[in-house]
Nanobody, 116 residues
Framework: QVHLVESGGGLVQAGGSLRLSCGASGILFSTYAMGWYRQAPGKQRELVASITSGGTTNYANFVTGRFSISRDNAKNAVYLQMNSLKPDDTAVYYC??????????WGQGTQVTVSS
């Protein structure tokens, strides 16, 4: 059974930083591309960043230059370093395999709130 646990969210002022962590179990983690996603109130979930099993990264235009995704296959973990945060970054952040299939389990996510 797949289990994803996101952590590291919180309340931060605009311009601040947060580092999100995601622990995965129940999958052969090192073989999957992983992604960080977010969902703001009233909006659909969207991809923020992805990283292949080999470490190649890709970012949504709205976070390029501010966020950095990384992974540690030995720890079955993926991270998202978020700098220069903006109020528009306020959302619940999730990790999952990339690309996500409709039947994939989603964790509870971690809330990020950026105040102006």
């Amino acid at each position: 059974q797949v289990h994803l646990v996101e952590s590291g969210g919180g309340l931060v002022q605009a311009g601040g930083s947060l580092r999100l962590s995601c622990g995965a179990s129940g999958i052969l983690f090192s073989t999957y591309a992983m992604g960080w996603y977010r969902q703001a109130p009233g909006k659909q979930r969207e991809l923020v960043a992805s990283i292949t099993s080999g470490g190649t990264t890709n970012y949504a235009n709205f976070v390029t230059g501010r966020f950095s995704i990384s992974r540690d296959n030995a720890k079955n973990a993926v991270y998202l370093q978020m700098n220069s945060l903006k109020p528009d970054d306020t959302a619940v952040y999730y990790c999952n395999r990339y690309p996500p299939r409709s039947y994939y389990y989603w964790g509870q996510g971690t809330q990020v709130t950026v105040s102006s």
